[in-house]
């Protein structure tokens, strides 16, 4: 049972919005930033998303993060084949004194 | 461009210690957080400690009892023991760099099996 809670599995066409969201607590999400990565099949997860909304190098413009409260987003504006993957959020967490993950999200691209 | 490889056996009996160890290129171990995290089989992420060169560490409480955790800067190398283990710690076991929950870079993983 993961700390933090996603929808085991999201899908859309090339042409929607698709979100994943991570629900989280007071200790977490509430009090710290969220990271969000990426596992595409067989391959070892890849920082997607960090300080709730900032993009590293690389990443496309068609992934963002989004923060309130004790919840965070990640939107994927028309997705691709080659992002059928693994979502996973992470925060920190002060009670834990430690990152927490969430579950993981299965995106299917139609 | 920093590049973690994990390394260690695959195949661990029931009560015995898991061993891996971690080899860092292109950067050195001298700067980072370091951690171990691990993926059951269709599971989600759990971290498991992490570790500055300078010896500030911290485990997860689930599995404190149990971790032990070095840092080798002459090899530019940092390990992990997992003690008395059972099959619920069959696992990809990977690790990374990083603090908070921001790990940037990551080893491809280590599927350890316990099974006798």
């Known amino acids: 049972q993961s700390v933090l809670t996603q929808p085991p599995s999201a899908s859309g066409t090339p042409g929607q919005r698709v979100t994943i969201s991570c629900s989280g607590s007071g200790s977490n999400i509430g009090s710290n930033s969220v990271n969000w990565y990426q596992q595409l099949p067989g391959t070892a997860p890849k920082l997607l998303i960090y300080?709730?909304?900032q993009r590293p190098s690389g990443v496309p413009d068609r992934f963002s993060g989004s923060k309130s409260g004790t919840s965070a987003s990640l939107a994927i504006s028309g997705p691709q084949s080659e992002d059928e993957a693994d979502y996973s959020c992470?925060?920190?967490?002060?009670?834990?004194?430690?990152?927490?993950f969430g579950g993981g999200t299965k995106l299917t691209v139609l | 461009q920093v590049q973690l490889q994990e390394s260690g056996p695959g195949l661990v009996k029931p009560s015995e210690t898991l061993s891996l160890t971690c080899t860092v290129s292109?950067?050195?171990?001298?700067?980072?957080?370091w951690s171990w995290i691990r993926q059951p089989p269709g599971k989600g992420l759990e971290w498991i400690r992490y570790?500055?060169?300078?010896?500030?560490?911290n485990s997860n409480p689930s599995l404190k009892s149990r971790v032990s955790m070095s840092i080798d800067t002459s090899k530019n190398q940092f390990s992990l023991k997992l003690s008395s283990v059972t099959a619920a710690d069959t696992a990809v076991y990977y690790c990374?760099?990083?603090?908070?929950?921001?790990?940037?870079?990551w080893g491809q993983g280590v599927l350890v099996t316990v099974s006798s």
């Open positions: 990374a760099s990083g603090y908070d929950s921001l790990f940037q870079y």
């Open positions: 292109g950067g050195s171990i001298n700067s980072y957080y």
């Open positions: 300080s709730n909304n």
């Open positions: 992470a925060a920190w967490d002060d009670s834990l004194n430690g990152p927490v």
């Open positions: 570790m500055y060169y300078t010896g500030t560490t």
